[in-house]
T-cell receptor, first 113, second 116 residues
Framework: DGGITQSPKYLFRKEGQNVTLSCEQN?????MYWYRQDPGQGLRLIYY???????QKGDIAEGYSVSREKKESFPLTVTSAQKNPTAFYLC????????????FGPGTRLTVL | AQTVTQSQPEMSVQEAETVTLSCTYD???????LFWYKQPPSRQMILVIR??????QNATENRFSVNFQKAAKSFSLKISDSQLGDAAMYFC?????????????FGQGTRLTINP
């Protein structure tokens, strides 16, 4: 059963703590992405990766970090430097990084207490 | 920079009727891709339909079709025979074809309600 999984579904963090969101895909896609969604807004790109061991900043990368050590995994760390981290985070993947359609995981809701 | 505008924050339609959601975009590029995504209450983004700008023929997927007007930079979504399961947020998105242009640029969404 192919797809994109994100965990956890809900995540709570105290201010000043780093937290890592998981994204895994078994679609054999080369490219992976992280987006953030705030209430009443569309999605904004945080980071993307076209191949293993390579990633690029998106529009709102400040306060976030990523790694791409394996093709199927693209974890996102929300650091204490992120000023307003409470949001819904969506991971996506595509066959390649070019014209291919991006498919999304179910998302993680992060709340900072 | 490209922008996508959805001017209808909310729309409603009677079950079994047809509804059209509007989307306009701004770009200086001649080739690009346009998408409609659906976000139901589960919040997972689901691809509804995709259009390549170089294709004049409007894309269709079962009850979903688009009206792509390249000169007017308009990309509306028509849902025919609306069903209760169509209730969701709908997002229009733009993607450049250029190398390195990896992101989808999203509109702010339209919330669609289906009245039984």
């Amino acid at each position: 059963d192919g797809g994109i999984t994100q965990s956890p579904k809900y995540l709570f963090r105290k201010e000043g703590q780093n937290v890592t969101l998981s994204c895994e895909q078994n679609l054999n896609h080369d490219a992976m992405y992280w987006y953030r969604q705030d209430p009443g807004q569309g999605l904004r790109l945080i980071y993307y990766s076209q191949i293993v061991n390579d990633f690029q900043k998106g529009d709102i990368a400040e306060g976030y970090s990523v790694s791409r050590e394996k093709k199927e995994s693209f974890p996102l760390t929300v650091t204490s430097a992120q000023k307003n981290p409470t949001a819904f985070y969506l991971c996506a993947s595509s066959i390649r990084g070019g014209e291919d359609t991006q498919y999304f995981g179910p998302g993680t809701r992060l709340t900072v207490l | 920079a490209q922008t996508v505008t959805q001017s209808q924050p909310e729309m409603s339609v009677q079950e079994a009727e047809t509804v059209t959601l509007s989307c306009t975009y701004d770009t200086s590029e001649s080739d690009y891709y346009l998408f409609w995504y659906k976000q139901p209450p589960s919040r997972q983004m689901i691809l509804v339909i995709r259009q390549e700008a170089y294709k004049q023929q409007n894309a269709t997927e079962n009850r979903f079709s688009v009206n792509f007007q390249k000169a007017a930079k308009s990309f509306s979504l028509k849902i025919s025979d609306s069903q209760l399961g169509d209730a969701a947020m709908y997002f229009c998105a733009y993607r450049s074809v250029f190398q390195g242009a990896q992101k989808l640029v999203f509109g702010q969404g339209t919330r669609l309600t289906i009245n039984p």
